[in-house]
């Protein structure tokens, strides 16, 4: 089969994606496809291919920190450019499957995802509709809470030159809060927040990327993480953490954390967790052809929280989706060639 892989992409996850993209790259191959490996925004968007059966891959590396996008607008200008027109589109086109490993920003907010479904071409992963819905982290919460999935109170918030909310302020006043961005991933710029004047620093670096907080109680529990593939649940991941918060440094450098699958919990809390990731995949439009990884953390009294639903989980060596299949007696290469046979759009 000719599989075209796109990522890189726009968004502050730009590496993993590369990272992501040679992974499965390296597994295709392993399964005797042909492969394409297309970084849309880039100046030059082929990085590899056609690349046969047998060919080797040297891969890319994720760094400590997100890589800083000077020019994000010029890279979105780009990606849309290679993928409404020219020799990207054509490659599209005579693909028989594309994979789509372009996590964060337009790769996951479900733009990428329309533009392909306009095209006609069979993709990976979940459809525009609930990329969309799960991308924002406030709207997604809202829907998986009126499904019965269980969410910590949060408050929206736009910073801006005017008074901080009073329902920020109250959270705050409570105790200990998580601010992010309502709109990334990769927990990048995921800070534990103690006062109003950590928070206001918080703010002003959001500010500067025109973006919106979400500001929520930092729960002092465990946190685990499920994997929906198709209809199937996978194993349920346990994260132990040496940090306050499951941070971008330690997602993907090997060893910052240590991550337990099967988790070891009672069976009953396990199907619990499972049975919640399926209702949140459900709720936010997944479909049994598309896949998805929710995130649970506890609070104080062990009540599991779902935190988010991600469309387009990491496959990078360090990322969470392959540890959870390996659980389930998945090599990498089963995964991702399971994910393949799901895009049959």
């Known amino acids: ?111 990428v995802q329309a533009l392909l479904e306009m095209a006609g071409v069979p993709f990976t992963g979940a459809g525009s509709a609930a990329c969309a819905a799960a991308w924002h982290k406030g709207r997604a919460q809202a829907v998986l809470g009126a499904a019965g999935v269980p969410v910590a109170e949060r408050v929206l918030w736009r910073p801006g030159p005017g008074e901080v909310p009073q329902g920020v302020k109250r959270l705050v006043a409570a105790g200990p809060v998580v601010a992010k961005p309502v709109a990334d991933g990769s927990s990048v710029s995921v800070h534990r927040v103690d006062s109003l ?89 997944f479909g049994s052809d598309a896949y998805s990884r929710a995130d649970f953390r506890c609070d104080a009294g062990g009540e599991p929280m779902c935190l988010e639903v991600n469309a387009l989980p990491g496959l990078t060596a360090a990322s969470l989706l392959p540890r959870a299949a390996a659980g389930a007696g998945w090599t990498y290469p089963d995964l991702i060639e399971r994910l393949v046979d799901l895009a049959t759009r």
């Open 1 to 111: 089969m000719r599989v075209v892989i796109l990522c890189g992409g726009e968004s502050p996850e730009r590496d993993v994606s590369l990272a992501s993209g040679w992974s499965v790259a390296g597994a295709l191959l392993e399964r005797g496809h042909e492969v394409v490996l297309v970084d849309p925004a880039a100046a030059e968007p082929v990085l590899a291919g056609p690349l046969r059966p047998g060919a080797v891959v040297d891969g890319a590396t994720v760094g400590k920190e997100p890589p800083s996008l000077s020019d994000r607008g010029q890279l979105r200008r780009r990606l849309h450019a290679a993928l409404t027109g020219g020799p990207v589109l054509d490659l599209l086109r005579g693909a028989e499957r594309v994979f789509v490993a372009l996590h964060g920003g337009w790769g996951e907010d479900g733009h």
């Open 197 to 285: 004047s950590q928070l206001a620093q918080v703010a002003a670096e959001v500010r500067s990327g025109e973006g919106e907080l979400l500001v929520e109680p930092f729960l002092p529990g465990r946190e685990f993480t499920v994997a929906v593939v198709g209809d199937q649940v996978l194993p349920v991941v346990e994260i132990e953490l040496t940090t306050p918060v499951f941070d971008y440094a330690a997602k993907y450098q090997p060893g910052a954390v240590s991550e337990v699958c099967p988790a070891r919990v009672p069976d009953d809390f396990a199907s619990r967790l499972q049975e919640l990731a399926r209702r949140a995949h459900q709720a936010l439009g």
